[in-house]
């Protein structure tokens, strides 16, 4: 009877036991489980139980921005690629971000994109004219540029694809579009680009200037008064970086700021804003963005001022006859390049020529108080003959001050070189508070590292802007992407060969970014390479 009594009662307890056993197992086991599986079946574990789903959070308590590129030659293979290697790892997408060469539907990859990442993920899709970042195959680190059939990577490519998808815990993050309607002014549709921006950030954090925006501007659209108006109204801790003249669509996350074909308008531009979240979780650290610039311009000659401005707007170009600096004498426009020509004697390689236009005037937002904002405008030069200067663009007016830049890859690489030296410093400047603070047994868990980057880099960059310099860098592969690569290496990142770069950051971890102290602020540059850095730092324990 006894023998029968312990046999009917082992597999009761024995289930007991095993049931007990599973719903503990090991924490470090399931993490580890969990942490191998891809995005989407990570997704689903997370909704198995709430164990399962705190098991989740553990793996990924920190930021993580994950990136590849494709080069495959058939659009198709190329996104699945990209996405396959993206999603291969534990992720929740807050935001993505693709750039795309020729041969890419705009349709279709938005489709796919959302698709794969969920109607509510803001998403932001351009063409570009090349891309940064590590092949989703090989694993390799790419500068990939197209143009005309010709690419400056060693390999012949005519396409490619770069992917983001970023996870920011303890931020919100949106897709906000400038659109315009035919019969509204744009300035007021600026204005209400400005403060959809200012709304949005406040109603997630509570202040009105988020901590950064990624912008893409449309290539038909004057992006000028949108960045000086952005530049008027926000913060100056606000990092904007972005595409002046790119070709885009996007899919914000809040259904209503979406385009649909009933509505009678299009974007001009379209923001990626990211904003602090003021109900983050507890134990979830900070995160902040940090800003440098390689300037490739040099100023050369003397400075202008324009004496008379006539202004073609069918073809966005000014016509213009100027006085040089404390000069009574107008000078045409074939006087003008003539001076500035004899300045070049020494430029033996083709340069690309600009006007810098000191603007000061006066700026406001909706209804707030104008106020006056000084910035350097860049002006292509298209031409110059016995009556006038003809230079890209409008806004300059009769009494502006300019000088000429011309693109120089003397300039950008020792710039360059500057980036990664910074860079470098204040790494060691992280690692030494950590160490300091561990070794104290203060705050040890507090430590700021970087966990992704981004690149906005001028077309005319790339391996051949370098190649003919005469310096112990051969054979001039990934110059611009070196800074982050050479002190961050294994970290994500990628980017993209712009028509115009957007960087506005006046914290710039480089000194002057590019300029000299106290000279006029640029926004909208050429030649240049933007680095959006991000970084993260653990809570403190308590």
Request: proline share 5%; aromatic share 8%.
């Amino acid at each position: 009877m006894e023998n029968k009594k312990r046999s009917s009662a082992s597999p009761s307890t024995t289930n007991k036991k095993e049931s007990k056993g599973f719903c503990l197992m090991n924490h470090d086991l399931l993490q580890n489980i969990l942490s191998r599986l891809p995005a989407a079946s990570f997704a689903s574990a997370a909704c198995v139980s709430k164990a399962w789903n705190a098991a989740c959070n553990r793996v990924l308590s920190r930021p993580k921005l994950s990136s590849a590129i494709s080069l495959n030659p058939s659009p198709r293979v190329a996104l699945q690629e990209v996405f396959g290697k993206v999603m291969s790892e534990p992720i929740r997408p807050h935001f993505a971000m693709a750039s795309v060469g020729p041969g890419f539907h705009f349709k279709d990859v938005l489709q796919f994109m959302v698709e794969k990442l969920g109607s509510r993920t803001p998403i932001i899709l351009s063409s570009v004219s090349g891309i940064f970042g590590r092949d989703a195959l090989t694993h390799e680190f790419r500068e990939v540029k197209w143009t005309n059939g010709n690419v400056d990577d060693e390999v012949s490519t005519y396409t490619g694809i770069v992917l983001n998808v970023g996870y920011v815990p303890g931020l919100k993050v949106e897709a906000i579009p400038l659109l315009q309607q035919k019969k509204t002014p744009q300035g007021s549709m600026i204005d209400k680009f400005v403060m959809d921006i200012k709304s949005y950030t406040s109603s997630m954090s509570g202040c009105t200037s988020p901590l950064a925006i990624i912008m893409i501007g449309d290539a038909d659209v004057d992006q000028k008064p949108i960045i000086e108006k952005l530049d008027y109204a926000m913060s100056m801790e606000t990092i904007i970086v972005g595409d002046e003249r790119g070709q885009f669509v996007y899919k914000s996350g809040d259904v209503s700021r979406n385009v649909s074909s009933s509505l009678k308008c299009s974007p001009d531009a379209v923001a990626l804003v990211f904003a602090r979240d003021r109900d983050k979780a507890h134990g979830v650290g900070d995160i902040e963005f940090h800003f440098a610039l390689s300037n490739g311009v040099t100023a050369i000659g003397p400075r202008f001022k324009a004496a008379s401005v006539k202004v073609r707007n069918s073809e966005s170009v000014t016509w213009l006859t100027a006085k040089r600096e404390g000069q009574q004498e107008v000078l045409d426009g074939q006087h003008i390049l003539d001076h500035i020509n004899n300045e070049m004697e020494n430029h033996t390689e083709r340069v690309d020529l600009y006007i810098g236009v000191t603007r000061l005037r006066n700026c406001s937002v909706g209804s707030d108080k104008p106020r006056l904002m000084t910035s350097l405008a860049l002006h292509g030069v298209v031409g110059g003959d016995e009556e006038y200067l003809y230079v890209d663009g409008v806004g300059i007016r009769t009494g502006d001050y300019f000088q000429f830049y011309l693109s120089d890859p003397k300039t950008a690489l020792p710039s360059c070189r500057n980036v990664s030296s910074t860079l470098r410093n204040l790494k060691l400047e992280w690692d030494t508070k950590s160490s300091h603070s561990t070794s104290a047994g203060i705050n040890a868990t507090d430590k700021k590292e970087i966990f992704g980057g981004f690149i906005f880099s001028c077309c005319g960059r790339g391996d051949s802007f370098f190649r003919h310099l005469n310096v112990d860098r051969p054979p001039f592969l990934n110059v611009d992407s070196s800074p982050f690569l050479e002190n961050f290496p294994g970290v994500p990142l990628a980017g993209i060969f712009c028509g115009g770069e957007i960087g506005r950051g006046y914290t710039s971890l480089t000194a002057h970014g590019g300029q000299e102290e106290g000279s006029v602020r640029c926004h909208l540059h050429v030649y240049s390479t933007v680095y959006l850095v991000m970084s993260y730092t653990t809570p403190e324990v308590h």
